[in-house]
């Protein structure tokens, strides 16, 4: 899942070749334009195309030419098109007041690639995935129907999470829900908000939208390292996985495979919820503090050495990112992520709400029916069961 996200962001927005040709390439034939660009160089990197852009990059004007005062004079040798192509390609001599990371940035090519990814892309795809996990969710209902428990209820219940527990995950829960919600306003807010309610009215709701978003991601952090702490010595793989994957967890057929305290089904939650939340996180905080947690860069730095670009088929990845590449890249890849998760989220959702009669009540009171336990968890109440006789009566 890991490497198809990385080239889904990749590969649509880097434009790195793959190896280098055995042969020359051919010099374009730039004699009509006196030296400059031509229409076919302008549609081929609309296209994608790599491009050698040396004929241009260094056509900055030159230091020997008429001082700006003098007739003909231009500006320090260099005419308005070559200083816009310098400051273009950040080799401009630039000096500003401000001292931050990219303060002297002041054209930042790459952008459009960014805005038509986010705008197009992101939008599309990730809107198809939240849809399209919907209908499989709505659909899988109508086949199935409620996951019901089998046998005769006993009446008695079993503790199943501790109050803490349980502050824990709905910590996360709703924390989590508040920073999808928002966060699909501010990505598709313009697109889908502004015909419905106007310019006004979503000014209003982006505003605060934004202001919830940063806040609340504190809490949503928090939470994750709250379940991890106490969650994650239940959640490491054992041989009765495998029982349970190869059986379905008894989601399609009648009775359902030993589990301890998590089955196979839930340790993929638990698992999907700490790695992509933590990879959220980071960017979150990237872009929460600009310019300061640059990371894209030396990610890339590591995938060429190791070999990782090469084998997904990117080529050599560029090492050298303008600031604002790295707060674009931070941004695209916290809302691949975040879609990703909370397609899985909605899918934990379904199973724990409407999915299966009884697996409610395991976060909402945290008492479960002990029927429902022995059909869904039996080596966890043959362990509970255990300790129990074990203790001392008062």
Same mark, same amino acid.
């Given at each position: ?240 996985? #495998?029982?349970? +994957? *190869?059986?379905? &967890?008894? /989601?399609? =057929?009648?009775?359902? !495979? ?5 089955? %196979? ?42 070999? #990782?670009?090469? +084998? *997904?088929?990117? &080529?050599? /990845?560029? =090492?050298?990112?303008? !600031? ?5 890249? %931070? ?64």
């Amino acid at each position: 899942m890991l490497r198809v996200l990385l080239v889904s962001l990749l590969s649509v927005f880097l434009f790195t070749s793959a190896t280098a040709q055995d042969a020359p390439e051919a010099v374009p034939d730039r004699s009509a334009t006196g030296g400059a660009q031509t229409l076919e160089d302008i549609l081929a990197r609309q296209r994608g195309e790599t491009l050698d852009d040396g004929f241009r990059r260094d056509d900055t004007g030159n230091a020997d030419g008429a001082g700006i005062s003098d007739q003909l004079g231009t500006l320090g040798g260099a005419s308005d098109s070559e200083l816009w192509r310098a400051l273009r390609y950040d080799t401009a001599d630039v000096t500003a007041s401000n001292s931050g990371h990219a303060a002297t940035t002041l054209v930042q090519d790459g952008g459009m690639r960014w805005l038509s990814f986010r705008e197009g892309p992101l939008v599309t795809y990730g809107g198809y995935l939240l849809l399209g996990t919907l209908g499989l969710l709505a659909l899988f209902f109508l086949i199935r129907g409620r996951i019901r428990i089998d046998g005769e209820k006993t009446g008695r219940t079993i503790e199943r999470f501790k109050a803490i527990e349980r502050f824990g995950h709905w910590l996360l829960a709703g924390s989590f829900i508040l920073l999808g919600i928002t966060g699909l306003i501010s990505l598709m807010g313009r697109k889908f908000l502004i015909p419905m309610f106007g310019h006004e009215s979503f000014a209003f709701i982006a505003t605060g939208s934004k202001w919830v978003h940063n806040n609340v991601s504190w809490a949503f952090m928090l939470a994750l390292i709250m379940i991890f702490v106490m969650w994650v010595v239940h959640n490491l793989p054992s041989r009765t996985d #495998i029982n349970w +994957l *190869l059986k379905g &967890g008894g /989601l399609l =057929t009648k009775g359902h !495979p030993p589990a301890k305290k998590f089955n %196979a089904g839930q340790k993929l939650i638990f698992w999907s919820v700490i790695v992509f939340g933590t990879s959220i996180s980071l960017t979150g905080l990237s872009l929460l503090f600009p310019f300061e947690m640059p990371m894209f860069a030396a990610t890339f730095e590591k995938m060429n050495a190791w070999g #990782i670009s090469s +084998l *997904l088929g990117l &080529g050599e /990845l560029r =090492t050298t990112l303008a !600031p604002h590449e790295e707060m674009q890249y %931070a941004q695209l890849w916290h809302a691949i992520v975040s879609f990703v998760l909370m397609a899985i989220v909605l899918a934990h959702i379904y199973i724990g709400s409407i999915g299966m009669e009884g697996a409610y009540d395991a976060m909402g009171s945290g008492q479960v029916e002990e029927q429902w336990a022995r059909e869904h968890h039996s080596l966890w109440v043959e362990e509970v069961k255990a300790k129990e006789g074990a203790a001392p009566a008062e």
